[in-house]
């Protein structure tokens, strides 16, 4: 049983360029949750997809864009990268359903540096 | 607003009991969530708790008091292993009755060194 695939697990773009992040879910899992995590830092959320629609956003600008697939694997889009966007994007997967606990999955992440 | 404290570093010996501490101040709670984070790598789910009281795992325990908005993981038998980041989340509940998803608030974690 495949847990949370992330790719790439590391990139390096330049200020003003844009990244393009993919994940899949664990099987069985129908929501996705985006999570940055700068260094010595608590994951921050960044927005979460269920059905394909963008259920809840954290305190990121536009900049950042998602996604998500009919087959639940979902994408993160940032555009204009900016130096302090350099950190390790988690993707998160779980079952929104009755009875569970909502336990996150997460994946190795996406380790983004800006230069 | 939504805040979660943890210390942000803390010391043991192997061997010995440590005990991480949370508090909380959020709106809507709907359970505590314990996550292990080494180095470069994904969190690890370690525990729940929606109700007061102690859930115990193994070497891990946890405890709830939804009332002093606190809860700690207590760690025994400390092993060389354990050193790491734990993190502690609250899931809150959503803004609208229209939305069945739940988000997570998160610590900054605590980071937990273990030495000989």
């Known amino acids: 049983d495949a847990g949370v695939t992330q790719s790439p697990t590391h990139l390096i773009k330049t200020r003003g360029q844009q990244v393009t992040l993919r994940c899949s879910p664990k099987s069985g899992h129908d929501t996705v949750s985006w999570y940055q995590q700068a260094l010595g830092q608590g994951p921050q959320f960044i927005f979460q997809?269920?059905?394909?629609?963008?259920?809840q956003r954290g305190n990121f600008p536009d900049r950042f864009s998602g996604h998500q697939f009919p087959n639940y694997s979902s994408e993160l889009n940032v555009n204009a990268l900016l130096l302090g966007d350099s950190a390790l994007y988690l993707c998160?997967?779980?079952?929104?359903?009755?009875?569970?606990?909502?336990?996150?999955?997460f994946g190795e992440g996406s380790r983004l540096t800006v230069l | 607003g939504q805040n979660i404290d943890q210390p942000t570093e803390m010391t043991a010996t192997e061997g010995a009991i440590v005990q991480i501490n949370c508090t909380y101040q959020?709106?809507?709670?709907?359970?505590l969530f314990w996550y292990q984070q080494h180095a470069g790598e994904a969190p690890t789910f370690l525990s729940y708790?929606?109700l007061d009281g102690l859930e115990e795992k193994g070497r891990f325990s946890s405890f709830l008091s939804r009332s002093k908005g606190y809860s700690y993981l207590l760690l025994k038998e400390l092993q060389m292993k354990d050193s790491a980041s734990y993190l502690c989340a609250v899931r809150v509940s959503p803004p609208s009755r229209m939305d069945s998803n739940y988000q997570l608030i998160w610590g900054a974690g605590t980071k937990l060194i273990i030495k000989p």
């Open positions: 998160a997967s779980s079952f929104t359903g009755g009875g569970d606990t909502g336990e996150l999955f």
């Open positions: 997809y269920y059905e394909e629609e963008e259920r």
């Open positions: 959020t709106s809507g709670f709907n359970g």
């Open positions: 708790n929606v």
